[in-house]
C-alpha cells in the first residue's frame, strides 16, 4: 500500500505510539497516508479506537513477525 509518510513506534507502550501518531497526523494534509510501525499487541485495539473516536481512517492492519503494521489515513 502506498502512503506518504512512516511513523516508527517500534518499542513503545502504550499510549505513546498513538501519541506519536497523532503527532504526526497534525503534520499531514487530508488523505495524507500515515504507516506505523508498531511492537504493541495492545496498539492493534488502541489504533481502532483512536480511528473510531478521531474519524482518521483506519486502511490497513497487519502482523508480521511481532511487529504490527497499520495505514491511517488522515480526515
Known amino acids: 500500500m502506498n502512503f506518504d509518510k512512516e511513523l516508527d513506534a517500534r518499542g513503545l507502550n502504550c499510549p505513546l505510539p498513538i501519541l506519536r501518531?497523532?503527532?504526526?497526523?497534525?503534520?499531514?494534509?487530508?488523505?495524507?497516508?500515515?504507516?506505523?510501525l508498531a511492537t504493541d499487541p495492545g496498539s492493534v485495539k488502541d489504533f481502532q479506537a483512536f480511528s473510531k473516536q478521531t474519524g482518521n481512517e483506519l486502511l490497513a492492519s497487519e502482523t508480521a513477525s511481532n511487529e504490527f503494521i497499520f495505514f491511517m489515513k488522515k480526515k
Open 21 to 36: 501518531c497523532k503527532k504526526s497526523l497534525t503534520d499531514m494534509t487530508t488523505g495524507q497516508v500515515l504507516r506505523i
